[in-house]
């Protein structure tokens, strides 16, 4: 069984940095895509920042030249680089992890963003 274990997520003022985590558990060593998605109150969630095994990334475009997503496999951790956050990437962030047709997410983080 997989699990995903988001941490890292608080209160920031705009234009500052966090830096969120996932630890994924279970007997899958390395997950074909990896990413990250947000969700704010009254929106559908939407895809932030996917990492694939090989290392490609893609980004929201609300987020590039901001945010920086990256993993350890050895370790199996996922991480999303937050920084000159704006109020308007306030919201509950779900990690991701997708191996063959299973998808998994974890619990989610909140980060908030004051003006």
């Known amino acids: 069984q997989v699990q995903l274990v988001e941490s890292g997520g608080g209160l920031v003022q705009a234009g500052g940095s966090l830096r969120l985590s996932c630890a994924a558990s279970g007997n899958i060593f390395n997950f074909h895509t990896m990413g990250w998605y947000r969700q704010a109150p009254g929106k559908q969630r939407e895809l932030v920042a996917q990492?694939?095994?090989?290392?490609?990334?893609n980004y929201a475009d609300s987020v590039k030249g901001r945010f920086t997503i990256s993993r350890d496999n050895t370790k199996k951790m996922l991480y999303l680089q937050m920084n000159s956050l704006k109020p308007e990437d306030t919201a509950v962030y779900y990690c991701?992890?997708?191996?063959?047709?299973?998808?998994?997410w974890g619990q989610g983080t909140q980060v908030t963003v004051s003006s």
């Open positions: 991701n992890a997708v191996y063959y047709s299973s998808d998994y």
């Open positions: 990492i694939r095994s090989g290392g490609s990334t």
